[in-house]
Nanobody
Framework: VHLQASGGGLVQAGGSLRLSCVAS????????MGWYRQAPGSQRALVAQ???????TYADSAKGRFTISRDNAKNTVYLQMNSLKPEDTAVYYC????????????WGQGTLVTVSS
């Protein structure tokens, strides 16, 4: 399975970006599609994920500003990011992982989001 992320870029604080990630190949069973981010000097951390059956999880930093969605027919996950802050600057990675009993974990190549103050 290959994940291709796009949509990153440079934006001013308060602006918006929409990230997309298309998964090619076979993704089977119940799964989570999500976005993680990694800022310089920090560990990669979950931003948001959406399960194939519907439940959504957001990091506290994303609540109220970011919206995750997925199109199962297109194997695509989106992250709409509004009211961006300089602290949102990071490389954003899309991820697809199986939910029990399915075991797999795939990562995209990352897309850089830079928010200027």
């Amino acid at each position: 399975v290959h994940l291709q992320a796009s949509g990153g870029g440079l934006v001013q604080a308060g602006g918006s970006l929409r990230l997309s990630c298309v998964a090619s190949g076979s993704i089977f069973g119940r799964n989570h599609m999500g976005w993680y981010r990694q800022a310089p000097g920090s560990q990669r951390a979950l931003v948001a994920q959406v399960t194939s059956s519907g439940p959504i999880t957001y990091a506290d930093s994303a609540k109220g500003r970011f919206t995750i969605s997925r199109d199962n027919a297109k194997n695509t996950v989106y992250l709409q990011m509004n009211s961006l802050k300089p602290e949102d600057t990071a490389v954003y990675y899309c991820n697809v992982k199986g939910a029990p009993p399915y075991v797999y974990n795939y990562w995209g190549q990352g897309t850089l989001v830079t928010v200027s103050s």
